[in-house]
Nanobody, 131 residues
Framework: EVQLVESGGGLVQAGGSLRLSCAAS????????IGWFRQAPGKEREGVSC??????????HAPDSVKGRFTITSDNAKNTVYLQMNSLKPEDTAVYYC??????????????????????WGQGTQVTVSS
């Protein structure tokens, strides 16, 4: 059974940083990827970044809203993917989810940050950025 557990959310002032963690287990395929998504109240879920767990390649086109501020990395020894978030803004306030998908290198380019392309989801972690 695939399980994803996020941690690291919290309350931070604008300009601060947080690092989210996604601990993954139960995968039987080597070619899977982990994506980070977020959902603010009243808004649709938005893809932030994703990474191949097998080779560490990442999706090149992060949304403009997080470009240059958010970085995704993975530690295969710990089966954990991280999202480093710097220069946080109040508009980054959301529940952040990690999700997993198999066949990562076979995805259509348009699927990499599309929420309904992903098969497994964590429970989410709240990030609140105060102004």
């Amino acid at each position: 059974e695939v399980q994803l557990v996020e941690s690291g959310g919290g309350l931070v002032q604008a300009g601060g940083s947080l690092r989210l963690s996604c601990a993954a287990s139960g995968f039987t395929s080597d070619d899977y990827g982990i994506g980070w998504f977020r959902q603010a109240p009243g808004k649709e879920r938005e893809g932030v970044s994703c990474i191949s767990v097998s080779d560490g390649s990442t999706y090149a086109h992060a949304p403009d809203s997080v470009k240059g501020r958010f970085t995704i990395t993975s530690d295969n020894a710990k089966n954990t993917v991280y999202l480093q978030m710097n220069s946080l803004k109040p508009e980054d306030t959301a529940v952040y989810y990690c999700a997993a998908i198999g066949g990562f290198h076979s995805l259509l380019y348009s699927d990499y940050l599309r929420p309904d392309a992903y098969d497994y989801w964590g429970q989410g972690t709240q990030v609140t950025v105060s102004s």
